[in-house]
C-alpha cells in the first residue's frame, strides 16, 4: 500500500479540485492508487451532481463560436452569477461552444456525446459540476450555417450574459455583422423583417389598438387612420430592419447595412436564465444559516 503523503493528497486535489479532506479520504479508500481515487471521485461527484438536479441553475453564460462557415450560439447555466467569474466555468462554456460548431449536432442528445478535452461534453458537465459545487447545465444551442458571399456577426454582452450570433448576406465584412448583433443585443427586435410577423399577432394587436382609440373618445372615421399609424410604428418597432441603428439613429438598421452592400438574413438572440423561473431566496439569511451550523 503507497503512503497517502500530503504531495499525493495535493497532486490528487490538483487534478480533480476537490477539497482536501476528501482527497485525502479518497486515498485511503483506494489504498493510495492515484487513479483510483480519481475513479471514485468522479463517481462521487456523478452521485452529488445527481443530487443537485432539483436546483434552479438561471444563471451562467451565453457564447459564440464560429467555425468556417458554421457558427454556433449556446446557453450554458449554473445556480448563481458568482460562477460566470469561475475560469473553469468560462472555459468550459468557450469550448462547448466551440466543439457544437465545429461538429454541428442535429439536437441536445447528439450534443452530450461529443467528445471534449475532458472526455464526452455529458461527462465534462458533471465534473464542473462537481467541482465548482453548483449544478451546471448546457442549456440550448444553435447551429447557423452560412455561404461563402455572407458574414457572421458574434456579440457577447457583458461577458457572456447576452450572446448574438446574426448572418448578413451581400457581404463578407464580420465587422459589419458584429455591429448589427450589438444592435440585436442592446434593443432585443423579435423578427428580422415584418414579414415574419404573422398574421394572427397583427390582428390581436390592431383589435388592441382599435380599442384604445375608440376608449380615447376618438370618431369611428378617426380611429382606422390612428390605428394604421400605431400597427405600422408596432411593426418598425420588433422587425429589426425597420428600427433606428444603435449607432446611428438617423438611419434604420436595413439603411445601415445597405450602405454596406448587405441585407439581414438572420440573428440568434440568447439572454442568459430568459424564460427559467427563478427561486427567490434571500441571500444574506442563506448565508446566515450556514454560518449557524
Not at 450554458?76 to 468550459?92: A, G, W
Not at 457572456?160 to 432585443?188: Q, W, Y
Not at 438574413?265 to 424564460?275: D, I, L, M, T, Y
Amino acid at each position: 500500500m503507497a503512503e497517502v503523503t500530503a504531495k499525493l493528497v495535493k497532486e490528487l486535489r490538483d487534478m480533480t479540485g476537490v477539497g482536501m479532506m476528501d482527497a485525502k479520504r479518497a486515498l485511503v479508500e483506494v489504498e493510495g492508487d492515484i487513479e483510483k481515487a480519481v475513479d471514485l471521485l468522479r463517481e462521487k461527484g456523478m452521485a452529488k451532481a445527481a443530487k443537485k438536479n432539483d436546483r434552479i441553475a438561471a444563471e451562467g453564460l451565453a457564447s459564440v463560436a464560429i467555425n468556417g462557415n458554421a457558427a454556433a450560439i449556446v446557453e450554458v447555466n449554473s445556480e448563481t452569477d458568482f460562477v460566470s467569474k469561475n475560469e473553469m466555468f468560462q472555459d468550459l462554456v468557450k469550448e462547448i461552444a466551440e466543439v457544437i460548431a465545429a461538429n454541428k449536432p442535429a439536437d441536445m442528445e447528439a450534443a452530450l456525446q461529443l467528445e471534449t478535452s475532458k472526455g464526452k461534453m455529458e461527462a465534462a458537465l458533471i465534473e464542473a459540476t462537481q467541482v465548482i459545487g453548483e449544478k451546471i447545465s448546457f442549456r440550448r444551442f444553435e447551429v447557423v450555417e452560412k455561404d461563402d458571399n455572407s458574414a457572421f456577426g458574434g456579440y457577447l454582452h457583458m461577458g457572456g450574459r447576452i450572446a448574438v450570433l446574426t448572418v448578413l448576406e451581400g457581404t463578407t465584412d464580420e465587422s459589419v455583422a458584429k455591429d448589427v448583433a450589438m444592435h440585436v443585443a442592446a434593443i432585443n427586435p423579435r423578427y428580422v423583417n415584418e414579414s415574419q410577423i404573422s398574421q394572427e399577432e397583427l390582428d390581436h394587436e390592431k383589435q388592441v389598438l382599435t380599442e384604445q382609440a375608440l376608449n380615447e373618445g376618438k370618431p369611428a372615421n378617426i380611429v382606422e387612420k390612428m390605428v394604421e399609424g400605431r400597427l405600422k410604428k408596432f411593426k418598425a418597432e420588433i422587425a429589426l430592419v425597420d428600427q433606428p441603428f444603435v449607432k446611428d439613429p438617423d438611419m434604420t438598421v436595413e439603411k445601415f447595412v445597405a450602405s454596406k452592400g448587405a441585407t439581414v438574413k438572420s440573428f440568434v438572440r440568447f439572454e442568459v436564465g430568459e424564460g427559467i423561473e427563478k427561486r427567490e431566496d434571500n441571500f444574506v439569511e442563506e448565508v446566515m444559516s450556514q454560518v449557524k451550523k
